[in-house]
């Protein structure tokens, strides 16, 4: 009996924070579904009045408006996990074959670049950008977002690979394969989840980045860009719109992901 | 083909030392066991000789060639690890032929010599599975698969055996001597259990914390103990082990501990004479133990053991002192309360306070 109320309890708990959580999602989700005349009032409603796809139709069907932006961030972040995965696989690789303190010592460094405010390095990262023509296009873009994704995913991947049994390794040289070889052919796919998910990870941090984003960018705007041009031309139903568009990639593949952001999967509990 | 020959050998682990001075030579073809309890430095060797550790002091020549600090893929060694370390991404046939792919071999030469293999580890109908649809033993056997289809110089198996059930093992066990007479490869097995190691072994290399105790063939090991550690590991159940203080009455040599005086006949005690006066340990087998009237050394029984065949008396024969004795059939009187018995003289060993063999 005890145990079922601490479980109802728990119950509640999570549900009253999962809509405290999901508020703000849904007043965005609503204002971009809904007539201008239920928002502009003294008192909007929590419900939809008046449904409507106008605000959605006006954002998908105004052509390289919209597409333009969207590709630009599509690319950029895809470009941005590629090159982080290029990095960061052999720096993660190395770093998981050192002892456990100095490790740690290794990743703690690599997130002080993070300790740094992006928002004072983004000025005299546009400075030399513009004189080694980077301004304003997706490589630019891109290598500026690799400083956040570089340490996220050289976190995850030094937990991948701290995780994979050494035995396999070991097998895989006595079976004749050079260290390379052995990374190739046994370490590389079997740990192929958790690189995806650091993949992942690294485009989310690249497709709703901002601060970056809007020092690099003049004619060419990313998504969050865009929506931040509606924001501050005070259309908030353009705005609304981009916040979904840009909101539900992040929450399927979160969603997607979720069984390997778990407290145990940093410490290597993932099974290829 | 060479003899493997490693020279002074030691082996540190920050604070740890797994191996110390250690020398060893095993002989091309031979079937060496190395044997000790766990964490003794067993795997660390085998690493060694694989290659997959570096020595700290020390180097390792393959006949003339010295080969320490030739990377594993350059050492044509093949080793079986405790948990087989299958992998898990790859069928049971790319599991064996993985070796073979890379050394860039011709299919067609791949399929045949997996056929054979696997006709021979009686494989042939699990080669299309997963490493995880298989039973441990059979796990096993596409380990050893693995391990001889590239052909290797050197076999080296890490108790390949110690994750299987005591019957599996007693069955797998034949796998490996015959094995051997196929191949007639060097082959270096290691195990923590002395049993498989006298099944096993033509030599057999026991080592305790990091430092050889002895290398002997396996009778030797068991009648010759060269030093307390061997003698008491070696043997189940174990040699009885008792300190005694060694006196001379008259003609005659005691030991003596306590109340209790054993007298020596005079054919044993030529080794032992310098030793009057000052403490040695006396080691004598369960099998060692003559029971009758006459005994000099009183006992009493204080629980019978029946294992198959065999029936093991547990005897204190001081306070705080037991020993154990093999009863036989014609001892069946043995029952309990007390019982007198002797000890065969020439089956007795001793040892030194450094537990050294005298
Ligand atoms: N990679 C390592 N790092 C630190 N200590 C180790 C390492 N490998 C082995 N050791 C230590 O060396 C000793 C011998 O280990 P090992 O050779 O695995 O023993 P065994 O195989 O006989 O059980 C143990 O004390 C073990 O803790
Ligand atoms: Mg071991």
Known sequence: ?272 | MADLRLVNINKNFDKVQALSGVNLTIKQGSFCVILGPSGCGKSTLLNLIAGLEEASQGKVYLGEKEITGLPPHKRNMAMVFQNYALYPHLSVFENIAFGLRIKKEKEKQIKEKIEQVSKALNLEDKLGRLPRELSGGEKQRVATGRAIVRDPELFLFDEPLSNLDARLRVELRSQFIKLHQRIKKTIIYVTHDQLEAMALGEIIVVIKNGRIQQISPAQELYAVPQNLFVASFIGSPPMNIIKFTLKKKDTKIQLIKENLVIELTNDVTQKILSYLGQDIYLGFRPSAVRFGPAGQIKGKVIFIENIGEDSYAHIEIIEGTEIIAKVNDKDARVGKNSVNFNIDNQAMHFFDLQEKRI
Not at chain 1, 141 to 156: D, E, G, M, N, Y
Not at chain 1, 198 to 204: K, W
Request: hydrophobic share 55%; with cysteine.
């Open chain 1, 1 to 272: 009996m005890k145990k079922r109320i601490r479980a109802a309890i728990f119950l509640i708990t999570i549900l009253i924070l999962i809509l405290v959580f999901l508020f703000p999602l849904y007043l965005v989700l609503k204002i971009s579904l809904s007539k201008p005349q239920d928002i502009f009032v003294e008192k909007p409603t929590y419900l939809i009045k008046n449904f409507t796809f106008e605000h959605f139709k006006s954002v998908l069907l105004s052509g390289e408006t919209f597409l333009n932006p969207l590709k630009k961030s599509l690319l950029t972040g895809i470009l941005a996990s590629i090159l982080g995965l290029l990095v960061s696989i052999p720096a993660a690789y190395s770093i998981s074959k050192f002892n456990y303190k100095l490790k740690y010592a290794l990743i703690l460094v690599i997130f002080m670049t993070r300790m740094i405010p992006e928002i004072s390095i983004a000025l005299p990262i546009t400075i030399s950008f513009i004189k080694i023509g980077l301004f304003d296009n997706i490589l630019g873009l891109t290598l500026a977002h690799l400083i956040r994704i570089l340490p996220v995913s050289c976190f995850i991947l030094v937990g991948v690979f701290s995780g994979f049994p050494d035995e396999l390794e070991r097998q895989a040289r006595i079976d004749g394969a050079s260290a390379s070889k052995a990374f190739i052919k046994v370490v590389l796919p079997l740990s192929l989840g958790g690189i995806t998910v650091a993949g992942i990870f690294s485009f989310l941090l690249s497709w709703d980045e901002f601060i970056y984003a809007s020092y690099l960018t003049l004619a060419r705007p990313t998504m969050p860009i865009k929506m931040y041009y509606y924001i501050s031309r005070g259309d908030i139903f353009s705005s609304a719109t981009y916040a979904v568009i840009i909101t539900i990639p992040v929450l399927i593949l979160t969603f997607a992901l979720q069984k390997y952001i778990k407290p145990d999967f940093l410490s290597g509990a993932i099974k290829g």
